[in-house]
């Protein structure tokens, strides 16, 4: 099991920028993807962006049409963290963001019931 733990929320304005991290410990982490989620009030929480962490096309990208070109995933392996750069930040982006871990493949589908470990969230709040 690996543990999960986000920070970097916060408020900003409209088209400003943040960068979420992702500190990873445990069991870290060798599975098929890692990926960034968030939920707003009210809504399901959705699938932000993947990065696959498996054997398999190492690196590769995926991201919701939401946030391409604004958003940009990535990881530093030798320090196990995720981080989530977000620019051009609209009030839309406004919602809890979570870290996730991915055990169940599909990294592309950037569903959340393939991911089975998580964080407990940080809020980002653009106004």
């Known amino acids: 099991h690996v543990q999960l733990v986000e920070s970097g929320g916060g408020s900003v304005q409209a088209g400003g920028s943040l960068r979420l991290s992702c500190a990873a410990s445990g069991n870290t982490y060798s599975g098929y993807c890692m990926g960034w989620f968030r939920q707003a009030p009210g809504k399901d929480r959705e699938g932000v962006a993947t990065?696959?962490?498996?054997?398999?096309?190492?690196?590769?990208?995926y991201y919701a049409d939401s946030v391409k070109g604004r958003f940009t995933i990535s990881r530093d392996i030798s320090r196990n963290i995720l981080y989530l750069q977000m620019n051009n930040l609209k009030p839309e982006d406004t919602a809890i963001y979570y870290c996730?871990?991915?055990?169940?493949?599909?990294?592309?589908?950037?569903?959340?019931?393939?991911?089975?470990?998580w964080g407990q969230g940080t809020q980002v709040t653009v106004s």
């Open positions: 996730a871990a991915n055990t169940g493949g599909y990294c592309y589908l950037l569903k959340a019931l393939y991911f089975g470990s």
């Open positions: 990065i696959s962490t498996g054997t398999s096309d190492p690196g590769r990208t």
